[in-house]
């Protein structure tokens, strides 16, 4: 007899069993990062009781239709699913195998499998035994700073594992609301300020020819497309891994949203990001990057997107960000040349450069000073105070463009 054919025998009297399972399971989907609410619960309670208790796929299959809504999120059901109702011990043995993810780097289990066994390890005991309740001594608050100021100026190289989370969570909070501007289209609108001709004699046509109302219409206004080339080279490696969770959170915020990478060859990661779950967008983008934290060629990365991609991507003035410490390995080999062309391609060249976390910041090397005299603005981007001024200023108004020398 199969282990759901015993648990429907002994659960047959009250049930009760069965859905204190069920509701475990649900639980653990939950802790898993699926959105599974109340009214999923009874409907999985009903589905249950519409099949065969003792058919495993029967069950898999019902639970599967009224407890997952998005594609992205069948794996991680498929995996909690096995888990939980095949074996009763396996809450146990999950933080053995969450131990043995470190070592098989070359062989990487899917994200949807971490993230139920990091669901199903039971939280760590605390090492230190309760203490007695004690009286707290007073504490000086006048020039203590608080946590999460202390975060949002803290330098991303500097943070560690745990910090870097709570840094991406307040990444995904950030709202990217660009300055709409008007295209060359038209919508209809009653109180527009263009009498449409066309429309007016179409109308007239249903009046045996007479004119007795004029049809208007307005420009149709959108946000102007954006683009961001990151440099993922080795001096830029721990800066693009928090920057590509902003990136993604931009990318499934608006539409057209263009994302490409570079260090010594360019990859369009644009579909990957548009994975709603980072954990299966970045396990996407890191089986089409070859070149992470390896050397660095701007100007050749931007030569290919200038001669590929500019003509499809940079239209109706788009916004592009370029971020990159300005370190290129072939010195300044016709990097003026290709940022020059990029930014006349281009409403707003945003160059976004760590360095400028440093007061005493010198554009000394051959690529900084090739780019600098081509860009709009020259920004940092290092923490999330950067993070939060870039995004107030793309969505004020913008400032009038300087004259090329």
């Not at 047959?12 to 475990?24: E, F, I, M, V």
């Not at 990444?171 to 295209?183: E, F, Q, S």
């Not at 990159?324 to 290709?338: C, H, P």
Request: aromatic share 6%; glycine share 6%.
């Amino acid at each position: 007899m199969s282990e759901f054919a015993a648990m429907g025998a002994l659960t047959t009297p009250s049930g009760r069993a069965l859905a204190d399972n069920l509701l475990a399971f649900v639980r653990l989907l939950r802790r898993a990062g699926l959105r599974v609410g109340t009214a999923d619960v009874l409907a999985a309670a009903e589905a249950i009781s519409l099949v065969d208790i003792g058919d495993r796929r029967l069950v898999h299959a019902a639970l599967r239709a009224v407890m997952v809504r998005r594609h992205e999120d069948f794996d991680v059901f498929d995996q909690a699913f096995l888990l939980f109702w095949r074996d009763p011990e396996a809450g146990r043995n999950a933080a053995a195998m969450a131990l043995l993810e470190g070592f098989r780097e070359r062989q990487k289990a899917p994200p949807s499998s971490r993230r139920v066994a990091e669901a199903m390890t039971p939280p760590r005991p605390s090492q230190h035994p309760p203490q007695p309740p004690e009286e707290k001594p007073p504490l000086e608050v006048a020039l203590t700073v608080s946590e999460q100021e202390r975060l949002q100026s803290m330098d991303f190289e500097a943070m560690s594992a745990t910090e870097i989370n709570e840094a991406k969570r307040e990444i995904r909070k950030l709202v990217l609301p660009l300055d709409a501007r008007p295209t060359r289209r038209f919508r209809p609108d009653p109180l527009g300020p263009v009498v449409d001709l066309r429309a007016t004699i179409r109308a007239s046509l249903h009046e045996g020819g007479e004119i007795l109302t004029l049809e208007r219409r307005r420009k149709v206004t959108r946000p102007p497309p954006l683009v961001a080339l990151c440099d993922i080279s080795g001096s830029m490696a721990r800066y693009a891994q928090i920057l590509l969770h902003f990136l993604h959170a931009v990318t499934n915020d608006r539409d057209r949203v263009h994302s490409f990478l570079f260090g010594t060859r360019l990859t369009n990661v644009t579909r990957q990001l548009r994975s709603k779950d980072a954990e299966v967008a970045f396990e996407l983008v890191s089986h089409i990057v070859p070149d992470w934290s390896g050397g660095t060629r701007i100007g050749e990365s931007l030569e290919l997107f200038n001669r590929q991609w500019a003509r499809r991507v940079l239209g109706q003035g788009a916004v592009v960000l370029l971020i990159t410490d300005g370190l290129d390995r072939e010195g300044a080999k016709g990097l003026a040349e290709a940022t020059d062309r990029l930014r006349r391609s281009c409403r707003r060249l945003i160059w976004l450069n760590p360095l400028l976390r440093y007061e005493g910041f010198q554009p000394r090397s051959q690529g900084i000073r090739a780019m600098l005299p081509h860009v709009d603005e020259f920004r940092p981007v290092h923490n999330l105070q950067s993070l939060r001024a870039l995004v107030e200023s793309l969505s004020g108004p913008q400032p009038g463009r300087r004259m090329a020398a």
